[in-house]
């Protein structure tokens, strides 16, 4: 340890201790290491925790529906292009896609909104009862509207029934329970003032109502599809059927408004012979959205969005409205927040940094980091304040030390001939006290520990004041020894 003054007499440590450089490097190794490795580190940590799900689960509806082709063609979409398999499912319609999605059995759905509202407590045959039951453990989000299922109500072109009003007492096929078709049908039928009791409901699936038809079993079916459902042309496009036109639109959008006004254009579905329909057909209609779990990565659903927002998948399902309209028809959305993938695709300025996901999944790891610093800060002020403690200890036994000697010097004014020596080994204590305190402490202490400064400055003023004592000691033996000399 080498010590000095500077140019204002303030007393300055140097320590060059091997043993702190050592730590010292070793720390700065450390920190160099771990920011070599650190963006590696990340970048792994982030690869794994947004990866895309090796294999989705896509709730479609009935073979013969629009949502099922569709749900196939978007799977050979995620396959090519993300290269995620996807497991389409076989379903009666929107009450069943909503309940695998909240049962974690399904990550797509395709729904018709307000199918829930409408069917909710709904109970036509004990089958029902064997409907899957919703687990409420999953938040649904949304992420398209595709297109307007329009609601279509269908009759034999020789039937009797003229208007909506004429149902009563007829056969008429309603849709599979749970599906978009019931939950269409029954406020249809309300509108027209007709109670189930009143007709003879049919739960039937697309494929069982052309069959009753043509069996004659049927008088009747209300069928809520996209215009350019197959289904729909097959039955139209015969010539053998006629479609009615529902009565007070107005009235009907302003009690349920998930319907809205809708016209189908003359000769839609056929153009010779018997037009279907003759002439512009007023009816109404709801949408067609893709659902998923808010859990589904954010990056598969950005894909997902993606793909239904390219002009390529529009124009192969002939999603006309989607092409006309683009994101505004797109995010057409009633009942489900916006699934945040989506909304990058959407909103691609308001992207975070860092991924929503990444940022979720590494909350805990965050959480845990931050706990563990500021633990070990507390520690380290701990044993700080432990150690500053001991130092004030071993102070306290120095400045009691340093007290004695100078009480000790206080009795002794340098006059008489036994002070001289006395003054010497008091003077010889103050420079060991001072040299064993100098041993405790690094130069880095004793430049930054005012209570050690001072206590330094104390031993210099009761050395100076020895030696001013002992000095008037020496002045005063030489003196005598002047005057006891002969030639004086």
């Known amino acids: 340890m080498h010590i000095r ?50 294999q989705i689960t896509i709730a479609a509806g009935h073979p013969e529906g629009r949502y099922y082709s569709m749900a196939l063609q978007l799977k050979d979409l995620l396959e090519e292009q993300l290269g995620t398999n996807v497991k389409v499912i076989q379903t009666k319609g929107s009450l069943e896609n909503l309940a695998l999605l909240r ?25 029902n009862a064997d409907a899957p039951k919703q687990v409420e453990s999953n938040r649904i989000c949304f992420i398209a509207n595709l297109y307007s299922q329009v609601v279509h109500v269908i009759v034999p072109v020789d039937s009797d029934i003229k208007k909506l009003a004429d149902l009563k007492g007829h056969r008429i096929a309603l849709g599979e329970q749970g599906s978009g078709d019931l939950a269409a049908s029954l406020p249809l039928l309300k509108h027209a003032q007709i109670k189930l009791e009143e007709i003879t409901p049919a739960y039937l699936s697309y494929e069982e109502i052309e069959e009753q038809f043509k069996q004659q079993q049927l008088d009747a079916a209300i069928m809520t599809v996209g215009i350019e459902a197959p289904v729909l042309h097959e039955l139209l496009d015969t010539g053998k059927y006629r479609i009615l036109e529902i009565p007070y639109i107005e009235a009907l959008t302003r009690k349920e408004t998930h319907f809205e006004e809708y016209e189908i254009p003359a000769g839609m579905f056929r153009r010779a012979d018997l037009v279907v329909p003759p002439q512009d057909l007023q009816t109404v209609a709801c949408g067609a959205h893709l659902l998923a779990r808010e859990s589904v990565s954010d990056d598969m659903v950005s894909g997902v969005t993606s793909i239904i927002l390219h002009q390529d998948f529009s124009k192969q399902l002939q999603l006309n409205e989607l092409i006309e309209g683009g994101n505004s028809f797109a995010r057409d959305s009633q009942g489900f927040p916006l ?48 150690r500053e403690k001991a130092k004030e200890h071993k102070l306290d036994r120095y400045i009691r030390q340093l007290l004695a000697i100078e009480n000790k010097q206080m009795k002794l ?76």
């Open 103 to 127: 049962g974690g059995e399904a990550d797509l759905g395709f729904y018709q909104p307000g199918a829930e509202y409408v069917l909710k407590g709904f109970q036509a045959a004990p089958e």
């Open 339 to 386: 699934h945040a993938g989506a909304d990058h695709i959407y909103n691609p300025e308001l992207k975070p940094f860092l991924n929503s996901e990444f940022v979720e999944v590494t909350e805990g790891m965050r959480s845990f980091i931050v706990s563990m610093l500021i633990a070990s800060y507390l520690l380290w002020r701990q044993i700080q304040k432990r």
């Open 413 to 488: 004014d340098g006059n008489q001939h036994s002070d001289g020596p006395a003054l010497q080994i008091l003077l010889d204590e103050v420079t060991a006290l001072r040299q064993e305190n100098l041993k405790q402490f690094s130069a880095h202490e004793l430049n930054e520990d005012r209570a050690t400064d001072a206590f330094l400055e104390m031993c210099h003023a009761l050395s100076d004041k020895i030696n001013a004592k002992l000095l008037g000691w020496k002045i005063d033996r030489l003196g005598e020894k002047i005057n006891r000399s002969p030639d004086s």
């Open 5 to 54: 003054r500077n140019s204002t007499g303030i007393i300055i440590f140097e320590n060059s201790s091997k043993k702190v450089d050592m730590k010292r490097s070793a720390i700065k190794v450390l920190l160099v290491i771990l920011l070599i490795f650190l963006p590696v580190i990340l970048h792994q940590a982030y690869r794994w925790m947004t990866a895309l799900p090796d």
